[in-house]
């Protein structure tokens, strides 16, 4: 558990943290409950739906169709004051603070409004960037050390979320692998690590979903009654790592004139060296 001291993180072994906490760091992901009122659900669903009306379909994944990404609005806590609220939510933070330091921050925020699909295969595995800490196959992380944590995923949940709807899964302890998941086994409904199978993240309405960026992750399949989905999902990292509400192939910091200078097929290192990457994890 980290704590942030006189500009650096410290092991804060007396801290008191939550029994969410725990499960975060040691299983890779969580369900607290009960976070959001019905009130502030309410406000937060109209103001998301306001955004979908207002603001049209950001492009920024190139392997999605046009038509996924109508279901997709990002950098929301820049659109809404109410995502702005929700993203500073006291129980979300003292979750996540004691793993990502007291000056975490936000790298990404994005409402999902899936429609239903009934029967459908869902996402692949994945992990959210990473692995932060690769190892070789034949190596397992000591468990007298604890597995860093340099971001977490958040979904609050603006519906309910049962096993039909297609729920996030992950298969615990996985973060702590070191690798990816097998590519080979990328829709395995069976896939294992350690002899732990996928878990599913279901959840009430106002409920939030926290999993580790490591751990091992899909959207389930859909049973034959999927409601579809609707959430708002932040991703908190540690303040070393790049904030992405917007693209990362987009300047925050070069002056006009050296981006000219940039423009060019001999210049791509160049481009990645001064922070203009392609588009990747946490930007679409």
Known sequence: ??????????????????????RLETSGACVVKGVFDEDAVAQLREAIDEVFAVFPADRRSEYRAQQAD???RYEML?????????????TILSTIEPLLGEDCHVIANMAWR?????????????????PHIPLPADVLWPPEIPHPVFA?????????????????????GSHLSGRPPPYRQALDANLTYQGQGAVPLTGEVGDV????????????????NDRGR?????????RDIQ???KTSDISHQLSDSILSDLDGKDNSRLRTLVGLHSPGFYDG
Do not use: E
């Open 78 to 90: 820049n659109r809404s004051s109410q995502c702005l609220k929700a993203v500073a939510n006291s």
């Open 209 to 224: 979903l926290l999993f580790v960026s490591d751990v091992w992750h899909r959207r389930m399949p859909t049973g034959a």
């Open 152 to 172: 977490i995923g958040c979904h609050i949940l603006l519906q309910d979320c049962a096993l039909n709807d297609g729920p996030t899964g992950f298969i615990p």
């Open 243 to 245: 904030q992405r509400l």
């Open 230 to 238: 609707y959430f708002l999902q932040v991703h908190y990292a540690r």
């Open 70 to 72: 109508q279901q997709f």
């Open 1 to 22: 558990m980290l704590t942030r001291k006189y500009g650096y993180l410290w092991d804060n072994a007396s801290g008191d943290v939550s029994d969410a906490t725990r």
């Open 114 to 130: 899936n429609p239903p699909n009934p029967n459908d295969s869902a996402q692949p595995w994945h992990v959210d960037g990473g």
